[in-house]
């Protein structure tokens, strides 16, 4: 089923969330469908999974290596696939083995030499999960984890905007990235507020070098 709803482009860079391209949206629309219609557990599981594997690789300097790496050959892919699974089951998250829909995404990945659309397929995956189950998620990046009590005062102004309204729930990712310098990065759905320090420098530059 996964291997009929798929094909290319290029994810831009940016501060806050890395948007996902659109072939990591046709991954991340097949293994949902594939989770989906088998039953709700399913997807749930498929969720927990992905999820893990994901933590699992950014965590081993030799599994991001791997992922992002497309002149293995079919055998080392296959075989360092079998150590992220492996991993991935050591997890105290996980309650068994990798199933074979996950399996199977990642197969078709790396039949396709797609494994470097890993992160951008889960994330996008994760916005459907949240679709699904009525939830907004939101991705605050700053440069240093936010203060407990600044993290509140976000969290209370966000609660007040006409998305979250309309959600059944609320949640919100703060993710670190020196890069913004200072200030906040807002993502939610396909809206980004950008009020990182590293933009207003960024504006600065441009300015200056109009008026040169």
């Known amino acids: 089923m996964l291997c009929s709803l798929l094909r290319p482009a290029t994810v831009p860079l940016a501060l806050g969330r890395r948007a996902a391209s659109s072939i990591a949206h046709k991954y991340s629309n097949a293994v949902y469908s594939a989770a989906l219609v088998n039953s709700p557990q399913t997807l749930t599981t498929v969720h927990l999974e992905l999820n893990t594997i994901s933590n699992v690789i950014n965590e081993a300097p030799d599994l991001k290596a791997f992922v992002n790496n497309p002149t293995l050959s ?14 991935a089951e050591r997890s105290s998250l996980m309650k068994g083995p990798v199933s074979d829909i996950t399996k199977n995404l990642f197969a078709v990945l790396s039949e396709n030499g797609r494994l470097g659309e890993t992160q951008g397929v889960i994330q996008s995956f994760n916005e459907l999960v949240s679709k699904y189950k009525g939830e907004l998620e939101v991705v605050v990046t700053s440069a240093a984890p936010l203060l407990k009590d600044v993290s509140s005062r976000l969290e209370t102004i966000l609660k007040q905007s006409q998305a979250a309204q309309q959600a059944k729930s609320l949640k919100i990712t703060n993710k670190v990235n020196p890069s913004v310098l200072g200030g906040i990065v807002v993502d939610f759905g396909d809206k980004s507020i950008d009020l990182s320090v590293s933009s207003r420098v960024n504006k600065l530059n441009n300015i200056l070098q109009q008026s040169v």
């Open 74 to 87: 079919a055998k080392d892919r296959s075989s360092s696939l079998a150590a992220v699974y492996a991993r």
